[in-house]
């Protein structure tokens, strides 16, 4: 059991030092366009250099799901795949926590079949272009929408309210708690 912990933690920074570069630029971008009077926007008529800055950080925060599931994914035994379930995570509001589960679920059903599935000769060049990442995009795409979809859409609804619903002193006691386990984590 502790193997497996280790293992699923290495394919989570793996996907997370691939993140850290896309989080970091939204994050600024985002910044750099509210301060200079920038806002979210969905039309272009509406674009101004700030507003476009802002807009573009956001979009960049929305890849995150694609993001984590594609490269634990690509940890495990394939990228596409996993890009796709970040996608579907996208799609189902279940966000990041979906976009991990995806990940794992499409990179460990595409190492299965690497490992196990025999097809003649000719066609073992279009086993990683085409089959591998074809039929685990497919059967981990249906176990998304159809199986652990709803749950991890519901458990990620469920989070977001609880902490949207904490009044203010429960927010600075939160707060505390988080800032306390960043510093336990960051060596602090």
Not at 11 to 39: D, K, R
Not at 75 to 91: N, V
Not at 121 to 131: G, H, R, V
């Amino acid at each position: 059991m502790k193997k497996l912990g280790a293992e699923l933690k290495r394919h989570a920074l793996t996907a997370i030092s691939y993140m850290l570069p896309l989080v970091v630029a939204s994050g600024l971008l985002i910044a750099i366009g509210n301060l200079m009077g920038g806002e979210n926007v969905t039309e272009l008529s509406k674009m101004t250099l700030p507003s476009a800055l802002t807009t573009l950080g956001v979009m960049g925060m929305g890849l995150l799901p694609s993001f984590i599931a594609g490269y634990i994914a690509y940890s495990i035994a394939g990228i596409a795949p996993g890009f796709l379930m970040g996608q579907i995570a996208s799609f189902l509001g279940a966000g990041f926590l979906g976009g991990m589960v995806g990940g794992y679920l499409v990179g460990y059903i595409a190492l299965f079949i690497k490992n196990n599935l025999k097809v003649p000769k000719w066609a073992e060049a279009l086993m990683p272009m085409m089959i591998v990442p074809t039929l685990s995009a497919i059967i981990a795409g249906l176990i998304m929408f159809f199986v652990v979809g709803t749950p991890i859409t519901m458990a990620t609804k469920a989070l977001t309210n609880f902490i949207t619903g904490l009044d203010q002193s429960s927010k600075a006691v939160y707060g505390f708690i988080i800032g306390a386990l960043g510093c336990i984590d960051f060596g602090g």
